[in-house]
């Protein structure tokens, strides 16, 4: 009885699927890999039937979708086919995907390497065939003086590359100092850090790793020394210092006198230059003496300035033409009271103190009159006007243009027990750059910066003409 059951059933599934015809496809994975940039060909093996299990008519089929082999991902194939008004349809899912180790180069000699890493003279590349240039996920390892770089890409493929090594660094950081490396200062202002930069072989910028030692005590006269050092990972220490030099303001006052005084005299202007040369006066309450002139009409206005600021602004000329003010006394006065004239226009007061263009020395007025000199340095004064030469050539009037070389001339001229009356010319830039070291030097060594009045002790040349 049972038999019998089997027999029947087996007959009835035999028969179902022999004359049950469906549409069904044969060899088709329903899921398959394939590597980026290659071609993916349909795969052709794949047959679609009509019929059953033990009989496949083959019939036509289509594919809709697509692989797109140069990207990473999952596609869907969608197999259909259509025979006697009875469709059927079969997905596949094919991969592409990345099993190529990305390439590791070094180019040059790797003999020595930085404790971090760092290579001196050589230096690595990672290209990956899908993720292009991927140096940057490069990783290292140091390990009993090899160091074994490292990289993988997007699809976690890895190279690795071991060398032998020495691992060191000798070179020390640099450190520089911005600013200069001795500051000078006076009392009451603010010391502001100008900073440093620290760079290092192997570390790179270190400039966050740099240790200030001292401070500046900007309230009292001194010297003080501030210490920068910085480490490398390596440890190579690398110390620069700074010196701040503190010292008391100019304390000129109006009608006292002081045995250091140094009397800045400025010839000529004002100029393309004076607006910067007050500037720094003013910085230090240093007074000066300006000996203008009146041709050039742009910077009538730093007559004010000077004046206004408590400097002494001298007559010197309105021309400054040797031909023509040396010729009589005649031409002298009348070129000398045209520039008073100016001055007191602009300042408010009738200045009578005087530097003759060239000095009472002076022998080009021999040129246009003989004598000239000897009348002139007589009647000046005679009329109230009173005149100063100088004691201290600074050598801007041609000798140099080299701001070094005037600062040491004035400095080498500079001395305790004589009357330091310094002839410069704010017309000239390279003299304006000189006058703060002068200014330094000279407060630094206990002189008063004053300006000449009609009360200066007088400083006159031997007359030759
Ligand atoms: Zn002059």
Redesign the pocket.
């Known amino acids: 009885m049972v038999l019998f059951f089997s027999i029947l059933l087996l007959v009835i599934l035999i028969y179902s699927n022999y004359f049950n015809n469906k549409i069904y496809f044969k060899d088709l994975k329903t899921y398959d890999k394939v590597e980026v940039f290659t071609d993916y060909k349909k795969d052709d093996k794949v047959v679609a039937c009509y019929g059953n299990t033990l009989k496949c008519k083959k019939i036509k089929y289509k594919v809709q979708g697509r692989v797109n082999t140069k990207k990473l991902g999952v596609y869907t194939l969608t197999y259909r086919a259509k025979k006697n008004n009875k469709e059927t349809s079969a997905n596949k899912k094919v991969e592409v995907i990345d099993t190529k180790a990305p390439s590791l180069k070094i180019n040059g000699v790797l003999n020595s390497v930085c404790p971090n890493g760092k290579t001196i003279g050589a230096t690595y590349e990672a290209v990956d065939n899908y993720d292009g240039n991927i140096t940057n996920k490069i990783k290292y390892k140091i390990k009993n003086n090899k160091i074994i770089y490292k990289v993988t890409d997007s699809s976690g493929n890895t190279t690795k590359k071991e060398f032998d090594v020495i691992i060191k660094d000798e070179e020390k950081p640099t450190l520089i100092l911005n600013g200069e490396s001795t500051i000078y200062m006076s009392v009451g202002n603010k010391y502001d850090e100008p900073g440093y930069v620290a760079i290092d072989n192997c570390d790179g910028n270190i400039t966050g790793n740099v240790v200030v030692k001292g401070n500046v005590d900007t309230s009292k006269k001194g010297t003080y020394e501030l210490n920068y050092s910085v480490k490398d990972e390596y440890g190579n220490e690398t110390v620069v210092k700074r010196i701040v030099r503190v010292f008391p303001k100019n304390n000129y006052v109006p009608g006292v006198s002081n045995n250091k005084t140094i009397y800045l005299t400025f ?2 202007g004002p100029g393309a230059h004076t607006q910067r040369l007050l500037d720094i006066l003013r910085q230090y309450n240093v007074k000066a003496t300006f000996f203008v002139t009146g041709y050039d009409m742009r910077y009538n206005e730093l007559l004010t300035k000077e004046h206004d600021e408590g400097h002494t602004v001298g007559l ?1 000329s309105y021309t ?1 033409n040797y031909g023509v003010i040396y010729t009589s006394i005649d031409a002298y006065m009348q070129d000398l009271l045209k520039i008073q004239e100016k001055v007191k226009q602009y300042t408010n007061e009738e200045s009578k103190i005087i530097r003759f ?1 060239g000095g009472s020395s002076n022998t080009i007025s021999r040129r246009y009159k003989t004598g000239i000199m000897s009348d002139l340095t007589k009647k000046v004064e005679e009329i109230g006007f009173r005149y100063f030469d100088w004691t201290i050539m600074s050598g801007d009037a041609g000798n140099t243009k080299d701001s070094n070389k005037i600062v040491q001339n004035v400095i080498n001229g500079i001395k305790e027990d004589k009357v330091n009356v310094i002839l410069m010319h704010d017309t000239k830039s390279y003299t304006v750059d000189s006058v703060e070291r002068i200014i330094q030097y000279g407060l630094a060594n206990g002189y008063t910066f004053a300006p000449i009045t009609m009360d200066s002790p007088v400083v006159h040349q031997k007359v030759n003409n």
């Open positions: 010839d000529d010197h400054h263009p």
